[in-house]
């Protein structure tokens, strides 16, 4: 079975910097996909990224971009210039790909603050 | 892009009574829907996957018979809570698959979140 986890249960990073959030995943799949979704206050959850494991360059949105290492199970979310309403919790999660079912499995989430 | 619309968004019950939420794809068809619970300060848990036209699949150690899952069409399943008591509470969020296009796409969501008294 797939694991998805995240070693930081809280961050913290002053505004305008940058702050790296971790994750590292189990699967004996070749083929998936990996995401990153926040979640502010109003617990709408808000897709952040996502990468495909079969690129190999790093997915990029705006201020966010990822470090995808396949080989080390690794993908960790980077938050460049960060911004007060960046605050939220971020969850890693993990998706098989052209899975029937296509249910998402979740880390357990870090918890972002951004100080003024 | 992709909307899906969750309703109500908050509900307060007396425990015994039955409640019912509704996750609607608003601009797409979705086949596969599904509907996490979500604790305090904890992550998504997948409850069960709702396929349209078919029995859901629930996880392990989800009551089939206290939560009922309805997808009778490709914009609508539902989500009833019968004889809801208060460890019952919590946040219930769901999401749908749109299966047109490349690639994965799911949406969520607002949430629900269900206070039994």
């Known amino acids: 079975a797939q694991t998805v986890t995240q070693s930081q249960p809280e961050m913290s990073v002053q505004e305008a910097e940058t702050v790296t959030l971790s994750c590292t995943y189990d699967?004996?799949?070749?083929?998936?996909?990996l995401f990153w979704y926040k979640q502010p206050p109003s617990r709408q959850m808000i897709l952040v990224i996502r990468?495909?494991?079969?690129?190999?360059q790093n997915a990029t949105e705006n201020r966010f971009s990822v470090n995808f290492q396949k080989a080390a199970k690794s993908f960790s979310l980077k938050i460049s210039d960060s911004q007060l309403g960046d605050a939220a919790m971020y969850f890693c999660?993990?998706?098989?790909?052209?899975?029937?079912?296509?249910?998402?499995?979740f880390g357990k989430g870090t918890k972002l603050s951004v100080k003024p | 892009g992709a909307v899906v619309s969750q309703h109500p968004s908050r509900v307060i019950c007396k425990s015994g009574t039955s409640v019912k939420i509704e996750c609607r794809s608003l601009?797409?068809?979705?086949?596969?829907m599904f509907w996490y619970r979500q604790f305090p300060k904890q992550s998504l848990m997948l409850m069960a996957t709702?396929?349209?036209?078919?029995?859901?699949?629930?996880e392990q150690g989800v009551e089939k018979d206290k939560f009922l899952i309805n997808h009778a069409s490709l914009t609508l399943s539902t989500l009833t809570v019968t004889s809801a008591h208060p460890e019952d509470s919590s946040f219930y969020i769901c999401?749908?698959?749109?299966?047109?296009?490349?690639?994965?796409?799911?949406?969520f969501g607002s949430g629900t979140q269900l206070s039994v008294l």
């Open positions: 601009d797409f068809q979705a086949t596969t």
């Open positions: 699967t004996s799949e070749s083929d998936y996909y």
């Open positions: 709702s396929n349209e036209g078919s029995k859901a699949t629930y």
């Open positions: 999401s749908a698959r749109d299966p047109g296009g490349p690639g994965e796409k799911l949406f």
């Open positions: 990468q495909e494991a079969y690129k190999q």
């Open positions: 999660a993990y998706l098989n790909y052209g899975g029937s079912q296509g249910n998402l499995i």
